[in-house]
């Protein structure tokens, strides 16, 4: 099984800051990675897929990269709505698919 | 407009059985992979089962051998039959389209149906 470790386990900034979020996966997963954001009440939306491929109607602001297994996601200027938990997933050997245990984005 | 609805969740007897349903519409239902994800309450997401359209099931550890998918592409509906039902089994359970061509990605989700497993 895949184990994905996302880094940090929390993230304060301020709206307009630039994040970076990080994900690493046990195994090369070569860019098989995704990311979602999942805000509270709601169900996850994709973000990213294939490492960095931007999900349909999503902000450019958003940018995926890495490959084998180290990831990350980055938010070139955080708007207010982006404040949210953030999930990296795997889908290169599986069964199991799995997920990161996830990295909070919340407003400093 | 894709849409995913999730009904079925229940609180239930550890031991105890429930029928899960997505109903789906907006797009081909039967030419799409359809997952089950789950969340317990305050924790991280766990991805749970997934369903070709030809049929081909996959299934976590976890659940394996105590809940089985299917779908009925003449009705737009998938399912999660879950038996043997546990404790930790407690959690949002979300239907999920797989974005494509088998790829298991998560494109599109329903709002989720809680099971809750407590006696």
């Known amino acids: 099984e895949v184990v994905l470790t996302q880094s940090p386990a929390t993230l304060s900034l301020s709206p307009g800051e630039r994040a970076t979020l990080s994900c690493r996966a046990s195994q090369s997963i070569r860019s098989y990675l995704a990311w979602y954001q999942q805000k509270p009440g709601q169900p996850p939306r994709l973000l990213i897929f294939d490492a960095s491929n931007r999900a349909a109607g999503i902000p450019a602001r958003f940018s995926g990269s890495g490959s084998g297994t180290d990831f990350s996601l980055t938010i070139s200027r955080l708007e207010p709505e982006d404040f949210a938990v953030y999930y990296c997933q795997q889908s290169s050997n599986w069964p199991p698919i799995t997920f990161g245990q996830g990295t909070r984005l919340e407003i400093k | 407009e894709v849409q995913l609805l999730e009904s079925g969740g229940d609180l239930v007897q550890p031991g105890g059985s429930l029928r899960l349903s997505c109903a789906a519409s907006g797009f081909s239902f039967s030419s799409y992979a359809m997952n089950w994800v789950r969340q317990a309450p305050g924790r991280g997401l766990e991805w749970v089962s997934i369903?070709?359209?030809?049929?081909?099931?996959y299934y976590a550890d976890s659940v394996k051998g105590r809940f089985t998918i299917s779908r009925d592409n003449s009705k737009n509906t998938l399912f999660l039959q879950m038996d043997s039902l546990r404790p930790e089994d407690t959690a949002v359970y979300y239907c999920?389209?797989?974005?494509?061509?088998?790829?298991?990605?998560?494109?599109?989700w329903g709002q989720g149906t809680l099971v809750t497993v407590s006696s």
């Open positions: 369903i070709s359209p030809g049929d081909s099931t």
């Open positions: 999920a389209r797989d974005r494509g061509n088998w790829d298991a990605n998560f494109d599109y």
